[in-house]
């Protein structure tokens, strides 16, 4: 199938063709004639599948159906759990809509930038917002911004959502736009929580999943090399001058450890930087940047770019810390192999990281061969585990009890 068999109108298809959009995605071919027919959605989707074209397509399809007169009013939220999807998915909406009767107005609101300069924007007339939770609820806050007028309210990789208080959020979210609306939901994982949420977002949603698809990461290679800790370095040095990759992403633990180890890299004289939550919005947006312009050639991250965000031609993922959440390894490594392209993701695992690598491979279902580099084999013997003590019962908090307390303060 083309695009232009899905009921897209002619700019839009000018504009998929210049970008050169030509066969749509699995996701796609799915969800957008789901949404040309007014349909609520929750689609599950993987890393890497299309999902946000999926929506702002036809959103804009729709949207330029039935452009209204005079000053432009907000038609569209999206909520995205970053900044840097922010900015990706509203760059989307400018990119599709580029070529239609009317250029569609659009906004991003996001931290770490002037909340006065985006209310100024607001008011001159937006079609399109696409925030973060939080600075939409600062904005909110001012009562200078109408979403009375509201007609498409999307949730983008909406289980990375599920942190502390986003239920909250979005209750007041619900409450400042019309109940009728047009949902969709798009997320690579649906637990019980994001059920819960979506819930109070939709009631008769059209499902669609694609659990099975062959993967996306089908087409990375993954190799799994066994190293000790203070190694690693070394050994992504001799693997960079030895394979010649030209675009490294590495993924690391912590923030500390992404600043370190990129001063470590730059000194050799690697064209390499760090990235990570505490970096300014205009740092982190010049960062990307230039990594995406081949500018630098390693960028060692946390987890903020594990998801949703689109970089091309990235010769391999680096592991260099094994995720927290075994799902997010995935994730991690749904970076490189984008666009149907094949890919290479390099995982390093020492004995402490023996099994949680195991754990990762069980919950994604894969079975890899472990692998060692001549001059840096892993040495040593694994580490004895010792058995912790029970836990006592009641000595510990349970979350109800922690935002109980945290109710408590607030009316104090």
């Known amino acids: 199938m083309r695009f232009r068999n899905l009921n897209l109108s002619t700019p839009i298809q000018k504009a998929l063709q210049e970008n050169n959009y030509t066969k749509p995605t699995p996701v796609q071919e799915k969800v957008i004639p789901l949404v040309l027919e007014k349909n609520d959605v929750m689609a599950k989707a993987q890393t890497g599948s299309g999902k946000s074209a999926s929506f702002v397509l036809p959103i804009l399809e729709l949207w330029s159906r039935n452009i209204p007169e005079g000053k432009a009013k907000i038609k569209v939220l999206?909520?995205?759990?970053?900044?840097?999807?922010?900015?990706?998915?509203?760059?989307?909406?400018?990119?599709?809509?580029?070529?239609?009767?009317?250029?569609?107005?659009?906004?991003?609101i996001i931290g770490g930038e002037s909340i006065g300069d985006q209310l100024y924007t607001i008011q001159q007339g937006c079609d399109i917002v696409v925030a973060t939770s939080g600075r939409l609820l600062d904005v909110l806050s001012k009562k200078q911004m109408n979403l009375s007028k509201l007609e498409y309210f999307v949730l983008d990789e909406a289980d990375k959502m599920l942190n502390l208080g986003f239920s909250e959020e979005?209750?007041?979210?619900?409450?400042?736009?019309?109940?009728?609306?047009?949902?969709?939901?798009?997320?690579?994982?649906?637990?019980?929580?994001?059920?819960?949420?979506?819930?109070?977002?939709?009631?008769?949603?059209?499902?669609?999943?694609?659990?099975?698809?062959?993967?996306?990461?089908?087409?990375?290679?993954?190799?799994v090399i066994e190293v000790n800790p203070e190694n690693r370095g070394p050994l992504l040095r001799h693997l960079m001058k030895k394979e010649k990759w030209k675009s490294i992403l590495v993924f690391m633990a912590n923030k500390r450890a992404t600043d370190n180890i990129a001063?470590?890299?730059?000194?050799?004289?690697?064209?390499?930087?760090?990235?990570?939550?505490?970096?300014?919005?205009?740092?982190?947006?010049?960062?990307?940047?230039?990594?995406?312009?081949?500018?630098?050639?390693?960028?060692?991250?946390?987890?903020?770019?594990?998801?949703?965000?689109?970089?091309?031609?990235?010769?391999?993922?680096?592991?260099?810390?094994?995720?927290?959440?075994?799902?997010?390894?995935?994730?991690?490594?749904?970076?490189?192999?984008?666009?149907?392209?094949?890919?290479?993701?390099?995982?390093?695992?020492?004995?402490?990281?023996?099994?949680?690598?195991?754990?990762?491979?069980?919950?994604?279902?894969?079975?890899?061969?472990?692998?060692?580099?001549?001059?840096?084999?892993?040495?040593?013997?694994?580490?004895?585990?010792?058995?912790?003590?029970?836990?006592?019962?009641?000595?510990?908090?349970?979350?109800?009890?922690?935002?109980?307390?945290?109710?408590?303060?607030?009316?104090k």
């Open 78 to 108: 999206v909520l995205t759990p970053t900044r840097e999807l922010t900015l990706q998915v509203a760059e989307y909406f400018s990119t599709f809509g580029n070529y239609l009767a009317r250029n569609p107005k659009v906004v991003s």
């Open 263 to 411: 001063e470590k890299f730059k000194k050799r004289g690697y064209l390499a930087e760090s990235f990570h939550g505490d970096l300014t919005q205009e740092d982190r947006n010049y960062t990307l940047e230039q990594f995406k312009a081949k500018k630098i050639q390693i960028l060692f991250a946390t987890d903020l770019v594990s998801r949703g965000l689109d970089i091309d031609d990235i010769s391999c993922v680096v592991n260099y810390d094994l995720p927290r959440s075994p799902a997010d390894y995935i994730h991690r490594i749904g970076r490189t192999g984008r666009a149907g392209k094949s890919g290479l993701a390099v995982t390093f695992i020492g004995h402490e990281e023996q099994d949680h690598f195991k754990l990762i491979e069980k919950r994604s279902n894969i079975k890899l061969e472990r692998e060692q580099i001549k001059g840096f084999e892993l040495k040593g013997d694994a580490p004895i585990k010792e058995k912790g003590k029970a836990p006592v019962k009641g000595k510990r908090k349970s979350k109800k009890d922690k935002l109980r307390e945290q109710a408590l303060k607030k009316i």
């Open 170 to 223: 979005l209750d007041l979210i619900l409450e400042a736009i019309p109940s009728q609306r047009q949902n969709l939901l798009f997320s690579a994982t649906y637990p019980q929580k994001m059920l819960d949420i979506a819930s109070k977002i939709t009631q008769t949603p059209v499902e669609v999943s694609f659990e099975n698809e062959a993967p996306v990461v089908e087409k990375i290679l993954q190799r």
